[in-house]
């Protein structure tokens, strides 16, 4: 896809592009934003983070092998430094917390709190726990997210989500944590994004482990649900006070032309994109226009499968980005055609708020038993630099005000939508696309890691104070 970002800032209004417009992000008086109970909060992922990636007892993960690998990571960039969170976590809580941030959603790194024979790693269990008591002490609520992509690489050995055995390794690793962690973690979700796991991962082979076959990738996807639905009795069992849930990337699909065909790529784009993960998950089957796109990928199923993958949640993460324009191959499927003259962000993806409201009021239609919605991401990559102390993100700050306006719409058609993370809460490792890409609110200097607020995060903690001061 194109990179326009600097075409795209000229889209925006001249006041907010120089920054000068008093306030740019603050809702509408009318807007539910400014519902109390609405949780306003921040996102990150272990590997994206963390670094250390070999202290105290953590073992190799797919991510660590991948990025190792030449070709495979925009400039050769590896997450082994990445934010060096895993010594800085207590200055990156207090940044949080001073931001007003009411809502901190982690992901835990698998390899780093279990060994391959399945035995605790106390020390690295010892980081998460101080972590957590810490958002507590805070007052902070706290999404923990058990798998975020860092599979042990041992695992990913013996076969990785290929392997049906992945998934009982995953419920005994859920069931460890949620033990251990019981009555620190407000909500868990057991998955972040099985879209990306599955055909990222094995169905193109553009993340970790980098395998490219969709008949992979309809197995790797049937072995993460099932490992999402052996977790959540897991967590019911243990942990019965916090909320269960899993976390599901969703895109937008319009069709270039009222064509027949071009309707019906859109809607195969959303089948393969949406529905592949939540008619599992809320209507216990596959939508069959999967296998007509991907003639003869069916996944091996076994009797009670489907049953298990459809447990009941309590929540529903949604991580949305943005649309993709397509036209029909000509055969069964779809192909892109990028837009002309829309605004797009340092990642090149098109900026298009009404694709999370139709999304969320579509599935409102679709799925009955459609349960409480976070969106668990939403934010943008702009090629941010710090000037004088500060990052004039005025491209982000348009971008989140109008997502937010989006899940406002969507909340005032009657979808039930009680919180917003943002992606992210600083500047990390972008997988494929290493640290060139600055998806954060706070900017960080790679060569000293010294953080600095950007004006979207000044803004957010604005609202958040102005609406925690309201009566
Ligand atoms: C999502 C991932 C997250 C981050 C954003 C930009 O797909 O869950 O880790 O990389 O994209």
């Not at 065909?261 to 949406?274: G, M, T």
């Not at 239609?365 to 941010?384: F, V």
Request: glycine share 8%.
């Amino acid at each position: 896809m194109a990179n326009d970002a600097s075409a795209a800032f000229d889209t925006l209004s001249p006041a907010v592009s120089k920054g000068s417009l008093a306030d740019p992000f603050t809702p509408p008086a009318d807007s539910s934003l400014w519902r109390k109970n609405f949780l306003l909060g921040a996102a990150t992922a272990s590997y994206q983070i963390e670094g250390a990636v070999d202290e105290d007892g953590r073992l190799p993960s797919i991510w660590d092998t991948f990025s190792a690998t030449p070709g495979k990571v925009l400039a050769g960039d590896t997450g082994a430094v990445a934010c060096d969170h895993y010594h800085r976590w207590e200055a990156d809580i207090d940044m949080l917390a001073s931001l007003g941030l009411e809502g901190y959603r982690l992901s835990i790194a698998w390899p780093r709190v279990m060994d391959a024979a399945g035995r605790p790693n106390r020390k690295g269990l010892d980081f998460y726990k101080r972590l957590l008591n810490r958002l507590k002490e805070k007052g902070i609520t706290s999404f923990v997210t058990l798998y975020h992509w860092d599979l042990p690489q041992h695992l990913e050995d013996r076969g990785g989500w290929l392997n049906r055995d992945t998934a009982y390794r995953f419920a005994d690793y859920t069931d460890l944590m949620s033990r251990e962690l019981a009555g620190t973690v407000d909500a868990w979700a057991t998955l972040n994004e099985p879209w990306c796991s599955a055909y990222l991962g094995y169905g193109n082979g553009h993340h970790a482990p980098g395998l490219a076959n969709d008949r992979f990738a309809t197995q790797a996807m049937h072995h993460l649900l099932l490992a999402h639905g052996l977790a959540i009795p897991v967590l019911r069992g243990n942990d019965p006070a916090s909320q269960k849930g899993i976390v599901a990337n969703i895109g937008r699909g319009t069709a270039n032309s009222d064509s027949a065909a071009d309707q019906r790529a859109a809607h195969l784009f959303e089948v393969q994109h949406n529905a592949w993960i939540l008619d599992p998950l809320l209507k216990g089957e596959y939508p069959q226009d999967l296998f007509e796109l991907w003639p003869g990928t069916e996944p091996l199923v076994l009797d009670g499968d489907m049953r298990t993958i459809a447990a009941p949640l309590d929540f529903l993460g949604i991580n949305y980005y943005f649309r993709t324009n397509v036209a029909s191959d000509g055969a069964h499927g779809f192909r892109d055609v990028p837009l002309e003259g829309v605004e797009r962000t340092q990642m090149g993806w098109e900026v298009y708020p009404d694709g999370l409201r139709d999304l969320l009021t579509g599935f409102k239609k679709t799925y009955r038993n459609l349960p409480p919605i976070y969106i668990t991401e939403n934010g943008m990559a702009s090629d941010d630099k710090v000037i004088d102390g500060h990052v004039d993100d005025a491209q982000r700050i348009s971008f989140l005000k109008r997502h937010l306006a989006a899940v406002d719409q969507a909340i005032k058609a009657g979808v039930d939508v009680r919180g917003y993370f943002l992606w992210s809460l600083m500047d990390n490792f972008e997988w494929a696309f290493g640290y060139e890409r600055r998806f954060g609110v706070v900017h960080v200097d790679y060569s000293t890691q010294k953080r600095t607020v950007k004006r979207s995060a000044e803004l957010v903690a604005k609202f958040l104070k102005e609406r925690k001061a309201r009566v």
